[in-house]
């Protein structure tokens, strides 16, 4: 599918999309909690709709009303023996420890960019902890088979945080006591931040972080909640939890409105601990006009040219493809630490930026763990292809808002796995899009 971007100004008023990473954490908590969920403003993006498929073959019932989600859940008891988490990095690797709590032996199946990523991990830890495992020479499929036995371990957060996640979770959720998951080299701590917060509002037992060195599971007593009969009232009471504003497809519209317009995006919590908020920082680096309030964002363009910033994306290496978009109108080098992130994404980011941004007449180096961007030099309209990745789509469509000529992206369907409106929302702030006349408001498959 491609869709044509001309060169526009943009202005207005926009709603954030939900953040696909709170949206999922909480499917995972309503799957673990004996009761009832009310998850308001749920998003619906292709893995958002992963993770409630999720949840469902695994035993939750899932009712779809006006702006919320409400399930109902006695914890994992597997409708089927073979699931699928599409393509969803977080699906695979935070569900898996949860779906080993079930005796049953599993498939985990996947889709797309997923069957190339390394899940060699898994092979790693999961016989640690009593799970029978097997894969394919490290990639999808999996089979697993628990039930999954809490114990001392150590692992390697270098690659991402989300396995931690899903161990975290499941470790409470098994009535881990005295025990400790020690982390070496931990990647964007702030997602695990969001983790823990997600546990506490869904009164799970949390573990003392050490530092983001040690995560202690002291044990949960039970009787200090009222109860120690887990299917009494305290276990089975009602939660409600309300999906965030998410940053990383905030973070785009952050972008455009900094390149071609003035805008406020309303539902971004400044409190937030998702890792993406920092794209602030590098915003105010480049002199944008930027006013910041508690749920709502106004952001233009500088006073002069945008200035060339500095910024490390390690905690937050989905930054990168907003950044390089705002690089490019950026005068002079900027330069973004943390490129290393990059290589098991959705394709290999860095390489892919550098290509695309290329035929725009943008020249990225890469130097180790360094990105270069050199901008100011005019961004030239060309036509672009997302290589399935939906955050190269929308780095892309961003930087063609002020190009010179019109812009094509190839498989601009790409967004559907994280901001299925975007196109939608850029086009009613006044960017001029030529888009599929059958899409309606989201790009098709």
Same mark, same amino acid.
């Given at each position: 599918?491609?869709?044509?971007?001309?060169?526009?100004?943009?202005?207005?008023?926009?709603?954030?999309?939900?953040?696909?990473?709170?949206?999922?954490?909480?499917?995972?908590?309503?799957?673990?909690?004996?009761?009832?969920?009310? #998850?308001?403003?749920?998003?619906?993006?292709?893995?958002?709709?992963?993770?409630?498929?999720?949840?469902?073959?695994?035993?939750?019932?899932?009712?779809?009303?006006?702006?919320?989600?409400?399930?109902?859940?006695?914890?994992?008891?597997?409708?089927?023996?073979?699931?699928?988490?599409?393509?969803?990095?977080?699906?695979?690797?935070?569900?898996?420890?949860?779906?080993?709590?079930?005796?049953?032996?599993?498939? #985990?199946?996947?889709?797309?960019?997923?069957?190339?990523?390394?899940?060699?991990?898994?092979?790693?830890?999961?016989?640690?902890?009593?799970?029978?495992?097997?894969?394919?020479?490290?990639?999808?499929?999996?089979?697993?088979?628990?039930?999954?036995?809490?114990?001392? #371990?150590?692992?390697?957060?270098?690659?991402?945080? +989300?396995?931690?996640?899903?161990?975290?979770?499941? !470790?409470?959720?098994?009535?881990?006591?005295?025990?400790?998951?020690?982390?070496?080299?931990?990647?964007?701590?702030?997602?695990?931040?969001?983790?823990?917060?997600?546990?506490?509002?869904?009164?799970?037992?949390?573990?003392?972080?050490?530092?983001?060195?040690?995560?202690?599971?002291?044990?949960?007593? !039970? *009787?200090?909640?009222?109860?120690?009969?887990?299917?009494?009232?305290?276990? $089975?009471?009602?939660?409600?939890?309300?999906?965030?504003?998410?940053?990383?497809?905030?973070?785009?519209?952050?972008?455009?409105?900094?390149?071609?317009?003035? #805008?406020?995006?309303?539902?971004?919590?400044?409190?937030?601990?998702?890792?993406?908020?920092?794209?602030?920082?590098?915003?105010?680096?480049?002199?944008?006009?930027?006013?910041?309030?508690?749920?709502?964002?106004?952001?233009?363009?500088?006073?002069?040219?945008?200035?060339?910033?500095?910024?490390?994306?390690?905690?937050?290496?989905?930054?990168?493809?907003?950044?390089?978009?705002?690089?490019?109108?950026?005068?002079?080098?900027?330069?973004?630490?943390?490129?290393?992130?990059?290589?098991?994404?959705?394709?290999?980011?860095?390489? $892919?930026?550098?290509?695309?941004?290329?035929?725009?007449?943008?020249?990225?180096?890469?130097?180790?763990?360094?990105?270069?961007?050199?901008?100011?030099?005019?961004?030239?309209?060309?036509?672009?292809?997302?290589?399935?990745?939906?955050?190269?789509?929308? *780095?892309?469509?961003?930087?063609?808002?002020?190009?010179?000529?019109? $812009?094509?992206?190839?498989?601009?369907?790409?967004?559907?796995?994280?901001?299925?409106?975007?196109?939608?929302?850029?086009?009613?702030?006044?960017?001029?899009?030529?888009?599929? +006349?059958?899409?309606?408001?989201?790009?098709?498959?």
């Amino acid at each position: 599918m491609i869709v044509t971007i001309h060169p526009s100004g943009i202005s207005g008023i926009i709603q954030a999309p939900a953040s696909k990473s709170s949206m999922q954490r909480a499917c995972a908590a309503a799957l673990l909690h004996f009761g009832k969920t009310v #998850i308001h403003y749920p998003g619906h993006s292709n893995d958002d709709k992963a993770a409630i498929g999720l949840i469902q073959q695994m035993g939750a019932l899932v009712n779809a009303e006006e702006n919320k989600l409400v399930i109902t859940s006695k914890g994992v008891q597997p409708f089927s023996n073979q699931v699928n988490c599409g393509e969803s990095g977080l699906g695979i690797r935070m569900f898996a420890p949860i779906l080993s709590l079930s005796e049953m032996e599993i498939t #985990i199946y996947g889709e797309g960019s997923l069957l190339t990523r390394p899940m060699d991990f898994f092979d790693e830890v999961f016989p640690q902890l009593g799970i029978e495992i097997s894969s394919n020479k490290g990639k999808l499929p999996l089979r697993v088979k628990g039930p999954l036995q809490p114990r001392n #371990i150590e692992i390697d957060g270098s690659l991402s945080s +989300q396995f931690l996640t899903g161990l975290l979770m499941a !470790y409470s959720a098994a009535g881990a006591k005295d025990v400790s998951i020690k982390v070496k080299n931990l990647k964007s701590r702030p997602y695990i931040d969001l983790t823990l917060d997600v546990m506490k509002r869904f009164c799970f037992n949390v573990p003392e972080n050490k530092n983001y060195e040690e995560f202690y599971f002291p044990g949960f007593d !039970y *009787a200090q909640q009222k109860s120690l009969d887990p299917s009494t009232s305290f276990r $089975t009471s009602l939660r409600t939890y309300t999906v965030e504003g998410d940053w990383s497809g905030g973070a785009f519209l952050l972008v455009a409105g900094a390149i071609a317009g003035n #805008i406020v995006i309303e539902g971004l919590d400044i409190s937030s601990t998702q890792a993406d908020k920092a794209v602030l920082t590098a915003l105010q680096q480049t002199g944008a006009s930027l006013s910041i309030q508690s749920n709502r964002i106004e952001i233009g363009p500088a006073q002069g040219r945008l200035k060339a910033f500095h910024f490390d994306a390690t905690e937050c290496p989905d930054l990168f493809p907003p950044l390089v978009a705002l690089a490019a109108y950026c005068e002079g080098k900027t330069v973004i630490e943390g490129a290393k992130r990059l290589t098991h994404k959705e394709s290999n980011r860095a390489i $892919t930026l550098q290509n695309e941004f290329k035929k725009m007449g943008i020249d990225i180096d890469l130097q180790d763990d360094l990105m270069i961007v050199q901008g100011g030099t005019g961004v030239k309209g060309h036509a672009v292809h997302s290589h399935h990745d939906h955050r190269i789509a929308m *780095a892309c469509a961003v930087a063609a808002l002020k190009a010179d000529g019109e $812009t094509s992206i190839g498989e601009a369907q790409a967004i559907n796995k994280s901001y299925p409106d975007f196109y939608l929302h850029i086009q009613q702030l006044g960017a001029s899009l030529v888009l599929p +006349q059958s899409s309606g408001n989201k790009i098709t498959q």
